[in-house]
Every structure is written in C-alpha cells, then in structure tokens.
C-alpha cells in the first residue's frame, strides 16, 4: 500500500511530469532511454521503477542479460560507448555531488552525443530521478503478478 497517491493529490504537479516524460519519450533513443531508467532507478532504490523499466525492456526486445549487467555496466561488455556514456552520466546526475557532474564524464558523453541529444538525455535522467523520489517517498509497490 502506498502512502499518498500523488497523481490524485496533486494532480496538476503530476500531469507536469507527465509532460516531461512524453517529452523524453520522442526525443531520447528508447533503448538508451530504458537503461537510463532502469540504472537510475537501481541507484534510487526504487523498485516500482526497475520492475516497470526492466519489464519495458524485455518487453521492447531488449535482452535480459543486458539489463541484468546494468547493475555492473562498467565491467559488463555489453553495452556500446553511446550507451556507456549515458550510463556514466546517468551516474553521476543521479549521485550528484558537491562538485557536480564531473568534467570526463561530461566531455565523454559531449564526444558522443550532439548538443540537443546530450540535452535531451540531461532531461530524461532529471525526470526519471523525479519519478524515482516520487515512488520511493509514498512507499509505490510494483505489482506482485505477471
């Protein structure tokens, strides 16, 4: 049982999430997007969001060893260097620290991405961080079927 239903209470504040995540939807290669989600999601601890974004992906036709090794993406060779980079930034925005994003990260990720990709996936690690605290602080539960 959850502890607020967020989209009931403040449903216009829930709905601007929304949008985000329509947003990042179109804009961030879905299989890039997924794995954000997903790493993102682990480091949170989120668990209504890995069970969503790793059944979206099997579902997708990602692999499940790959999601499996998004847990230990750095020693895993499975993962491109796009793909990589989204994962370290996805790192980092999420651990975000004193000092920020570091500046290898950034420029690894810059080297790979354009501008508005690199921008894009800014936003898409932003909004999923936002759903992630969402989750976790009114306690959601993934479902117990399927």
């Not at 997903?38 to 480091?43: E, K, P």
């Not at 099997?58 to 993406?73: D, N």
């Not at 260097?81 to 420029?107: C, Q």
Request: glycine residues 4%; charged residues 25%.
């Amino acid at each position: 049982m959850s502890r607020i239903n967020m989209a009931a209470v403040v449903p216009q504040a829930y709905q601007a999430v929304l949008g985000l995540e329509k947003y990042i939807q179109t804009n961030v290669d879905h299989t890039v997007l997924e794995l954000v989600k997903l790493r993102a999601s682990m480091l949170n601890g989120c668990a209504f969001c890995v069970d969503m974004h790793s059944r979206d992906a099997l579902a997708a036709g990602e692999s499940s060893r790959r999601l499996f090794a998004v847990a230990a993406w750095r020693e895993a060779p499975f993962f491109d260097e796009r793909e990589r980079t989204a994962l370290a930034l996805t790192d980092a925005v999420t651990r975000l620290g004193e000092h920020g994003v570091p500046d290898e990260v950034w420029d690894a990720a810059a080297k790979v991405w354009s501008e508005k990709e690199l921008a894009d996936l800014v936003v898409a690690i932003a909004t999923i961080n936002v759903w992630n605290r969402i989750a976790v602080t009114s306690q959601a539960q993934p479902p117990t079927e399927g």
